[in-house]
């Protein structure tokens, strides 16, 4: 059994920083692709960030290129995701992912499709 853990969600004034981490557990578990998505009311699932955990690489969607950051801790098997400059349109739940097929080093794990576990999300809310 796999299970993805998020934590760091909460309340921030529009300008403010949050970071969010997940940390993925389960025996044997070994993951290619992690990545963030979001849902706010009435929208559907956007993507925000992804790794690939062979290569690296890192993708984002575009209304939050240049103020999140994704990254890893191998180690730990822990994605965090970065965020600054918030917006009140980045206020959603924010879910985490993991991906247990290897699709390759070049590929950005952009869809959820590609993805074989969630968290159960964390709420982010940003006041303007």
């Known amino acids: 059994q796999v299970q993805l853990v998020e934590s760091g969600g909460g309340l921030v004034q529009a300008g403010g920083s949050l970071r969010l981490s997940c940390a993925a557990s389960?025996?044997?578990?070994?993951?290619?692709?992690m990545g963030w998505f979001r849902q706010a009311p009435g929208k559907e699932r956007e993507f925000v960030s992804s790794?690939?955990?062979?290569?690296?690489?890192?993708y984002y969607g575009d209304s939050v290129k240049g103020r999140f950051t994704i990254s890893r801790d191998n180690a730990e098997n822990t994605v965090y995701l970065q965020m600054n400059s918030l917006k009140s349109e980045d206020t959603a739940v924010y879910y985490c992912?993991?991906?247990?097929?290897?699709?390759?080093?070049?590929?950005?794990?952009?869809?959820?499709?590609?993805?074989?576990?969630w968290g159960q999300g964390t709420q982010v809310t940003v006041n303007s």
């Open positions: 389960g025996r044997a578990f070994k993951s290619f692709g």
């Open positions: 992912a993991a991906a247990a097929v290897n699709y390759g080093a070049m590929y950005p794990y952009t869809q959820s499709l590609a993805y074989n576990y």
């Open positions: 790794i690939n955990w062979s290569s690296g690489s890192t």
